[in-house]
């Protein structure tokens, strides 16, 4: 699930990068950030089930590489459907965020909420959620 979802954030982060280079560089930024964390969080597991520094390296490397390969095929989707040197139109910045975000929306829903409840007590899944989203409202608010 977690190279699933770095797809999305190189998408994300070049359309971003494509609309204001330094909206794009903060979030790369903080994409780049958050990675640390998450690279531990994939190579921990594999080096103590397999023992081997060397395959818990190479999964987290792949787990990685999906954010490049969703930033290339943003840009050939921008190539097939607008051409090469022309202005990106705002409709087609909607529908390539929209996209992104369902994709998100989407491995939320079928891999980390089912997960979440596989091994949380009561409704803490659903606890966590609500707070997350009260936390992301919030933050949305203040930022205005």
Known sequence: AIGIHNF???????????????????????????NIPEGISVSVPIYYAT???????????LSGLAEPAGAFIAYGLILLFLGEGSLVPPQ???????????????ISIDE???T???????????????SGMAVMALSLLLMQ
């Open 8 to 34: 999305p954030e190189g998408l994300a982060t070049f359309l971003a990068a494509l609309q204001d280079p330094g909206l794009g560089i903060a979030i790369g930024v903080a994409i780049a950030l958050h």
């Open 92 to 106: 087609f910045m909607g529908a390539m965020f929209a996209g992104v975000a369902g994709i998100m929306v989407y």
């Open 112 to 114: 980390l909420i089912p």
């Open 116 to 130: 979440s409840q596989a091994y949380g007590k009561g409704h803490d899944s659903l606890l966590g959620l609500i």
């Open 51 to 61: 023992g081997s520094r060397m395959k818990a390296f190479v999964y987290s490397c």
